[in-house]
């Protein structure tokens, strides 16, 4: 976790912001923490959650994919729907944290952007 977000304090527009975010992130995929990561470099906040959200987009994306070449076997509809409650899951517990103004981490995503 960032030190910097640890211990400042976040403004409400960082926390909207965040949670637009996470948010977004549970319809539109990858979309919103890509563009919040590219636009808002200046908040160290907004920065960190838009990371987070987009490590845990790339993750899903991928769990989707072996689920759907495992479809083959069929068991590949079991790793969709759980991938897809985990998805949902994590993006609330996201938008909760970040309403809150606490930096939120993904357990199980791939740490792909630093």
């Not at 640890?6 to 919103?32: C, E, H, M, R, Y």
């Not at 906040?45 to 994919?65: F, M, R, V």
């Not at 939120?104 to 740490?111: D, H, I, K, Q, S």
Request: glycine fraction near 8%; hydrophobic fraction near 55%.
């Amino acid at each position: 976790m960032n030190d910097d977000v640890a211990t400042t304090v976040v403004s409400q527009d960082s926390k909207n912001i965040a949670l637009l975010t996470w948010i977004g992130t549970i319809f539109f995929g990858f979309i919103p923490g890509l563009v919040f990561y590219l636009i808002k470099k200046d908040d160290p906040y907004i920065q960190d959650q838009a990371k987070e959200a987009l490590n845990w987009s790339i993750t899903a994306i991928l769990g989707y994919c072996a689920g759907l070449i495992l479809s083959l076997i069929l068991i590949g509809v079991l790793v969709i729907v759980a991938v897809g409650i985990c998805h949902l899951v994590f993006c609330i517990m996201g938008a909760v944290k970040a309403s809150e103004g606490k930096p939120f981490r993904v357990p199980y995503a791939l740490r792909l952007i630093k």
